[in-house]
């Protein structure tokens, strides 16, 4: 399987391990809570999934790579200690608990989280005097003397053999216990990540036209060649930075990420052009309903490839204002349940007064700031949200901060008017957004119109807008008619399957 259909299975297995019946116990005794094994390439987003899946269901994650560790960072050190039998006094050997298991418990206690995913990636791949341990691990959930805490669902990973030397095979007993996944590489799953991630649009360009290159791991005379998922993402991070610097980059330095002499060549070709069309075409231009005469006349004549090209390009200077829509949007729904919940507190407060109480409007409002600071951070510590998430909040914050009412305010409702004056500000940023990405929207469909109306780069376009996760969150909000009669004509029954399946090729 995929790894998006990896990530649903091992979500549910999650939520099925943790029910618990009326009785408090779970619904799956522990004992039969199998760990899961992923065994799949290396660099496809084992590890990212991990984290995904514990933000998205509000456990805690302790992940390790068991290449790093020695039999005593896992089963930890023996020491004596002094038992009677049968009157007779004997030295025995016990264990100190293992390192693993005790960053569980810190972990608990850190978080305040008791239930979490254990993630031991590259399980195959260990020492000789650690792989017994890693076997009676997976059949007893034990190292050394000391077991996972219940509650705590173990998840281990590792590459199939024709990728690692190292790799050892896991005999049937602890197969027998355990829930085997096998994944494999899927660039049409990996490319909806990538879009939520923002991976270099150049990267995504190179990859509509070249996708058979998004994964290659070949053996030649000049050794490993190797493209893979991990590759793609850290190299977009080193581009942003090229981009920003001004900077090129050339074969070497992509063949540093992508270990393939062919595609770092193919790559650095792509990124140059890239880089000259967006420039050439003036995209941001485009987005304002500012079009250069001569450009009409160049995509005529233009191979497919740079078509496509544009398309991308096109795409990429919408996203933006996709994202940006999507931000104000976020921070205009947190505030707004900030605000529902600071009304419904002082409607409590307004009925304490006629008891003799003070009414202090301010004073509520800040004991509910500080409550929700403090669930945040906490949640933050645990691992729970990302770091756009953490970013969004510090900006939500200092508004929330910025529009407090005061004590003196004499009644509730003005009270909660001069809070929610900062909503009012967010609502207005949100609006703006919505516009300015619909109008850029309009004015993209118009270029499109023009020079692709009965084109397959038509169809890329409005699929894109189809299956990219912030064009379709903007589209819910948004009525672009243009947009709903082209994907009913374009992407309806047989034509969208087929146009589905030639663009994942």
Known sequence: MNIKQAKEEIKNTVLAYLLKDGTGEYKIPVIRQRPILLIGPPGIGKTQIMEQIARECKIALVSYTMTHHTRQSAV?????????FSGKEYSVTEYTMSEIIASIYRKMKDSGLSQGILFLDEINCVSETLAPAMLQFLQCKTFGGHGVPSGWIIVAAGNPPEYNKSVKEFDLVTLDRIRYISLEEDYSVWREYAREKRVHPAILGYLELRSKNFYRIEADVEGMQYVT??????????????????????????????HHRDVAEDVAAYVDLYRKYEDDYGIEDILKGKVRANLYARIDRAAFDERLTVVNLLLDGLMQFFYKFGEEKKLAEEYYVFLKKYREELDVLRKMVSFGEAFLPGTLYEKLTKEWEDLYRKEELAGLHTAKENFLHKKLSGMIKTHAPSDSVGEGRLAFEEAKAGFDNQREKLEDAKSKAGQALEYAFDFVEEVFLRGEEMSVFVTELTLAKPAAEFLLEYECKRYQTYSRELLTGREKGELLREIKR
Do not use: H, K, M, N
């Open 76 to 84: 930890g050190l023996p020491f004596i200690r002094q038992e009677e």
């Open 229 to 258: 998922a991990r590759g793609w993402e850290d190299f977009s991070s080193l581009l942003y930075v090229y981009d920003s610097l001004g900077l090129t980059v050339d074969e070497e330095i992509v063949y540093e990420y992508l």
